[in-house]
């Protein structure tokens, strides 16, 4: 059955990327790309990408143009972007109006979704998340793109090491409970 599984890398205190969409401060970081929580060793269990507009176009922009991914994606935007690829679908509206089309273009692999937060935040509450894994990078940025825009309750599953980077991964249990009355 087909995850969804959002992977990144976040900065220890949450943010995805700074308030000028730059990501220096992860790209600066040693790491080893065979390593524990590589992308290399997760690219063979996706059969479909999806991502927002902006990450999207920071993606197209720091490849020259091209898109550099062979699986079906979709491209989250209100605007009428380029398709950057024999694949690239450009859409728009609640996750769970491409649900099928995503599954189905997934096969028998799983979803990546590469982000970013408030993207995420919703394909969760279309109950569209599965797993999260994700990169904490040895740094705080102090402000940003946040890391995801819903609150979960999630299940650690395995944690390692790469370089500077705690690698974790957590099945989603579901939306975080309200707080008990007088709590
Ligand atoms: N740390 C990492 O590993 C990592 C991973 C991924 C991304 N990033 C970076 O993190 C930042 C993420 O930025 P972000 O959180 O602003 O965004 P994002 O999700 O990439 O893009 C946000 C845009 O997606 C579109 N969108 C979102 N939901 C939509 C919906 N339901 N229907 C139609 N369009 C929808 C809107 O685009 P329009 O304005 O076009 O309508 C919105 O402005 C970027 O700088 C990215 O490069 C970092």
Redesign the pocket.
Known sequence: MTAYVYN???SLDGF??DEA?S?HW?LSQPIDEDGPGSIGAFMPSVGVLV??????E?VLDAEGGAWPYDVPTFV????D?RAAGDDVRIV????ADHRAAIERAAGAKDVWL??????VG?FARAGMLDRVTVAFAPVTLGAG??FLGAALDLDLVSLERNHGFVMATYDVVGPLAPPAAGA
């Open positions: 990144t890398a976040s995805l990327a969409d990501l992860l991502l927002g507009s902006t990450t999207y920071w989250f935007t209100h605007r972007l728009s509206g609640d996750p590469m982000g970013g937060g408030d993207l919703q793109r946040p």
